[in-house]
C-alpha cells in the first residue's frame, strides 16, 4: 500500500493562487497591463524560470519581468498584512492523519524554498513535513518528473510507494511521469480530461483523500 504522501503547495495546501492573481492584477495596473491577473492561469505549477519564460513568450521580450516581479512580491505581501494567508479545505486534518499514522510526507512544491517555508511556517503545518523540495533546487520545472523524483529521494522513499496530491496540469503530469500516483484536486482550473485520466482519483477537497487513505490505496507496480 502507498507508505509516503507528496504534497504540491500553492493552490493544494495554501489558498494561495486568489491572492497571486489579485497581486499581479494590481502590478499589471501599476504598469498599465489590463487583466494581467489572467496569465496565472498560463502558469500554474511552473517555477520561477518557467513563468518569466512564459511572460516573454506571451508578453514580449521588452516585458520588464524584474519591475512587475518586484511590484507583485510588494502587493502580495500587503494583502496578506491584512488578509491571513487561508488553508485549503482538509489540508491540516490530512497533515495530521499522515502523521498519526506512520506516513512519510514530503513538500513538491515549485515555489522557492525562503517563500514555502515562510508561508507553510506562517499557516502552522511546515512541522509535519519530513522533507521538501523547492522551485529553485531543481533544473526543470513541472510538468517534468525531476522535482517529484528528488522529494521521494528526500524522504527515503520510492516513487512507486508515494501518492502526489496536485491540483494543476503540470504538477499531475510531473508526478505520474516520475511513477507516483496521483489524486488531483483542482484549485483555480479544472484540468482536461486527458490530464485527469493520469490521476488516481479526482478529489474536490483535501477532506476526500482520509476515507481512501483509510480503505487502502495500492502502491504503483
Same mark, same amino acid.
Given at each position: 500500500m502507498i507508505s509516503a504522501l507528496v504534497f504540491d503547495m500553492d493552490?493544494?495546501?495554501?489558498?494561495?493562487?486568489?491572492?497571486?492573481?489579485?497581486?499581479?492584477?494590481?502590478?499589471?495596473e501599476v504598469m498599465g497591463i489590463a487583466r494581467m491577473?489572467?496569465?496565472?492561469?498560463?502558469?500554474?505549477?511552473?517555477?520561477? !524560470?518557467?513563468?518569466? !519564460?512564459?511572460?516573454?513568450?506571451?508578453?514580449?521580450?521588452d516585458f520588464n519581468i524584474e519591475e512587475f516581479s518586484s511590484l507583485a512580491s510588494r502587493?502580495?505581501?500587503?494583502?496578506?498584512?491584512?488578509?491571513?494567508?487561508?488553508?485549503?479545505?482538509? !489540508?491540516?486534518?490530512?497533515?495530521i492523519y499522515a502523521r498519526s499514522f506512520g506516513y512519510k510526507t514530503a513538500v513538491a512544491t515549485s515555489s522557492s524554498r525562503d517563500y514555502s517555508i515562510r508561508m507553510l511556517k506562517s499557516v502552522g503545518i511546515y512541522k509535519y513535513f519530513d522533507g521538501g523540495i523547492f522551485g529553485d533546487m531543481v533544473q526543470h520545472t513541472k510538468p517534468d518528473p525531476e522535482i517529484y523524483r528528488k !522529494?521521494?529521494?528526500?524522504?527515503?522513499?520510492?516513487?512507486?510507494c508515494c501518492l502526489a496530491l496536485e491540483d494543476s496540469s503540470a504538477g499531475i503530469r510531473s508526478a505520474h511521469a516520475a511513477g507516483l500516483k496521483v489524486i488531483a484536486v483542482p484549485d483555480l482550473l479544472e484540468p482536461p480530461k486527458e490530464v485527469l485520466s493520469l490521476a488516481y482519483r479526482r478529489c474536490d477537497s483535501l477532506h476526500e483523500v482520509i476515507p481512501l487513505l483509510r480503505e487502502g490505496i495500492p502502491r504503483n507496480i
Open positions: 493552490g493544494l495546501l495554501l489558498d494561495s493562487e486568489r491572492i497571486v492573481k489579485r497581486s499581479w492584477e494590481e502590478a499589471g491577473g489572467e496569465h496565472i492561469y498560463h502558469t500554474l505549477g511552473i517555477n520561477r !524560470a518557467g513563468r518569466d !519564460a512564459y511572460f516573454r513568450k506571451a508578453l514580449g521580450e502587493c502580495f505581501y500587503q494583502i496578506l498584512d491584512k488578509e491571513e494567508m487561508p488553508l485549503k479545505p482538509g !489540508a491540516e486534518e490530512l497533515l !522529494a521521494c529521494e528526500e524522504i527515503g522513499m520510492e516513487p512507486e
